[in-house]
């Protein structure tokens, strides 16, 4: 607990403070709150901000339906302290639109009919962004390992990876990378 920022240890327990600031950007914006140094990330995300795109599954980081990016990687934010994002820019679902224009991951998965009951898909997408942004043209076999976290109880994930395949096309398409 010594390692908490803003956290004062004497030697005992209830010496720990029991909040804590914490300065991050999300979705671009700067934020700073004081928060129960026992807050999670997707508590702080959906009580806090009200980013209610970020949905909790299970609550014990096996499902992925609370997939966010911290400093660009995929996080379950179920098992993430708030704190612990202190310093790191944290990108939500909410944070893919730009200018009222959905993201191109957003845009494949409801043209490829990804989105059934829609409550993995946030998490489903954000992992997905994080697999494009490592490498814009990964193979089936890439996109099925990096989606292998989020569990989508209503498809077969074949649409879910045709949508990731189709975005990442369209990326590279606009991106002229295949040139």
Known sequence: ????????????????????????EVNGDTVRRE?????????FLRDDLGLTGTKEGCGKGECGACTVLVDGKPVNSCLMLAYQANGCKVTTIEGL????????????FMEEGAVQCGFCIPGMIMAAKAILDANPEPTRDE??????????????????IDAIEAAAER???SCSCEE
């Open 35 to 43: 928060v129960p140094a026992s807050r999670t990330l997707i508590d």
């Open 97 to 108: 639109e730009r200018n009222g224009e959905l993201h191109p991951l957003q845009e494949a």
């Open 143 to 160: 996109i099925r390992q990096g989606i292998s976290g989020n569990i989508c109880r209503c498809t077969g994930y074949v649409k879910i």
């Open 171 to 173: 990326k590279c398409k």
């Open 1 to 24: 607990m010594g390692d908490m920022p803003g956290a004062v240890n004497t030697g005992t327990p209830s010496s720990v403070k029991s909040t804590l600031e914490v300065s991050m």
